[in-house]
């Protein structure tokens, strides 16, 4: 395959209120966090439970409508795709971020 498929399914749970930016020239960007649990039994048969947290980027109207539509708590079926990227913070300090960026979203609660 020569230029690969990028598709991310999300089903999980607001774990911050929508943080809604304007970015200048008409641009808005919403962030939120998607948790998500991961379950499975260790080798001693005892069942575990693990928490996965996703950033998650919406752009322009979806952005805006995710702001309106969510709050923390609300239960979100998301598709997307995986956005790497490299970020000097105000502090100098170089760090890597895997985000989703949203492309489709719907409320399930």
């Known amino acids: 395959m020569k230029n690969g498929y990028n598709k991310v399914i999300i089903i999980g749970t607001i774990a911050n209120d929508p943080e809604l930016q304007d970015c200048g020239n008409d641009r808005k960007v919403c962030t939120i966090s998607v948790s998500t649990i991961d379950s499975h ?22 952005g805006e409508k995710v702001s309106i539509m969510f709050q923390q708590g609300d239960e979100i079926f998301l598709e997307g795709k995986l956005k790497n990227r490299n970020h000097v913070q105000a502090d100098g300090k170089k760090i890597h971020v895997i985000e989703i960026v949203c492309i489709n979203f719907q409320k399930l609660n």
């Open 41 to 62: 039994t260790d080798k001693n048969g005892i069942r575990k439970e693990e928490v996965d947290y996703h950033k998650v980027v919406c752009w322009g109207k979806i």
